[in-house]
T-cell receptor, first 114, second 111 residues
């Protein structure tokens, strides 16, 4: 298995533009997590899905952020409109049941909003 | 969410054992103790996890206190490639996948 695949690896966009980050979890995994990492705030859990259903989105910073998981093999994190403070590395991770198993992380998407 | 407390940083010499402590005094009976590490410019990677008993795998050992209020990750022979941020996390199985990272411990390995 190729692991968790995120795209793009790097994204530079102008303030106000829409940004879409993509994640392909490991086949067979039924849980998916989105994280944001900055120097100031560390790794923050934004949202997680179980069986394609959002379970907890309390970490999503504001309405400009939205996440979807239309099927078991694909998820998106969208920021509209983007702001410079959204600049961070965004990680996607997946894991399988039972819940006490390891999670696998992608390589991340480095987002820069100018 | 149950919280964990780790030292901000630690230092070790190459080829020596490293003991990374974690306090989790509010742990519940259903919380699993997980350790992850993050190498520079990479996503976090799984190291080890346990519930009550000590655990060993090819990467490390996990020693869990009898009262489960603390645990220690043991790297038996540190290498330069073990320099990373190590995270101790509690995962609560029955109540969902709260999988929240704290600031972790930054481990430096000196040659």
């Amino acid at each position: 298995d190729a692991g968790v695949i995120q795209s793009p690896r790097h994204e530079v966009t102008e303030m106000g533009q829409e940004v879409t980050l993509r994640c392909k979890p490991i086949s067979g995994h039924n849980s998916l997590f989105w994280y944001r990492q900055t120097m100031m705030r560390g790794l923050e859990l934004l949202i997680y899905f179980n069986n394609n259903v959002p379970i907890d989105d309390s970490g999503m910073p504001e309405d400009r952020f939205s996440a979807k998981m239309p099927n078991a093999s694909f998820s998106t994190l969208k920021i509209q409109p983007s702001e410079p403070r959204d600049s961070a590395v965004y990680f996607c991770a997946s894991s399988s049941a039972p819940l006490n198993t390891e999670a696998f992380f992608g390589q991340g998407t480095r987002l820069t909003v100018v | 969410d149950a919280k964990t407390t780790q030292p901000n940083s630690m230092e070790s010499n190459e080829e020596e054992p490293v003991h990374l402590p974690c306090n989790h005094s509010t742990i519940s009976g259903t919380d699993y103790i997980h350790w992850y590490r993050q190498l520079p410019s990479q996503g976090p990677e799984y190291v080890i996890h346990g519930l009550t008993s000590n655990v060993n795998n090819r990467m490390a050992s996990l020693a869990i206190a009898e009262d489960r209020k603390s645990s220690t990750l043991i790297l038996h022979r540190a290498t330069l490639r073990d320099a990373a941020v190590y995270y101790c996390i509690l995962r609560d199985v029955p109540n969902g996948q709260n999988f929240v990272f704290g600031p972790g411990t930054r481990l430096s390995v000196l040659p």
